[in-house]
């Protein structure tokens, strides 16, 4: 499988994630200082706002870019082994990350959150220990993925009908977990939805489709900058 990547993309916000929740962490000292001079008291009540803030931003994108479970990593690991027809598009196009391969795209939404995420009468359910600490850090709420995943492949389907408005080029989502830790019942989720060691599985297998025409296959990763030497 090739991986292409928007590096600075990656680059600028692993840094924010890195440095930005000590930078939250620094004012809030600075406000626990404050506190015991009275004089200060209402730029105590500015830094204690600007430090949560800050912290929680940093903790949102150390989240996604910078930690062990960073989506970007985690999602080309899980799909390591697929071979060179399968081209990881990751902050290239409208959605983050797209699978191209002779099929057409899939787009994953990636979650790393752990403990049990389950779906069931329409709605997403996520059961952690420690959950509402994480949270406050700034792990994201599982919210509802599959909305995502369809916004995600609307948002792809515009930019195919602006690149390739002559071709036709199937587009689906799915969503993948990540955390080693996550036990994920949503059989019933209207997208596909599955722990990340499963992904290559269900694209082999239930997920597998026909193959486009060899010349949309071709076109379809030219528009998207793909050329025979990456990867």
């Excluded at 440095?19 to 015991?36: E, N, R």
């Excluded at 995420?117 to 406050?136: C, D, L, V």
């Excluded at 995600?152 to 799915?174: F, M, S």
Aim: charged share 25%.
């Amino acid at each position: 499988m090739r991986v292409i990547r928007n590096e600075r993309h990656i680059r600028t916000r692993t840094l924010v994630g890195r440095y930005l929740p000590w930078a939250g962490i620094i004012t809030l000292g600075i406000g626990w200082f404050l506190s015991f001079q009275p004089q200060y008291f209402s730029i105590l009540w500015l830094t204690l706002v600007v430090g949560f803030s800050l912290a929680v931003v940093g903790g949102f994108f150390a989240d996604r870019y910078a930690g062990y479970l960073a989506h970007y990593k985690t999602l080309a690991e899980a799909l390591k082994g697929l071979d060179n027809r399968h081209v990881l598009l990751q902050y290239v196009l409208p959605a983050a990350h797209v699978l191209v391969d002779p099929g057409g795209c899939t787009v994953f939404v990636v979650k790393n959150q752990g403990g049990e995420i389950t779906y069931e009468k329409g709605r997403w359910r996520h059961r952690q220990k420690g959950k509402f600490f994480r949270q406050f850090a700034g792990q994201e709420a599982v919210g509802a993925p599959d909305y995502e995943a369809e916004r995600q492949v609307d948002k792809l389907n515009k930019w195919l009908a602006k690149h390739l408005p002559d071709a036709e080029v199937p587009v689906r989502g799915a969503i993948v977990f990540v955390n080693p830790d996550v036990q994920v019942k949503a059989e019933e989720s209207p997208v596909p939805a599955f722990y990340g060691k499963k992904v290559k599985a269900w694209l082999r297998g239930p997920g597998k489709r026909k193959a486009m025409p060899g010349e949309v296959y071709r076109r379809l990763l030219a528009a998207a900058g793909v050329t025979e030497e990456d990867g």
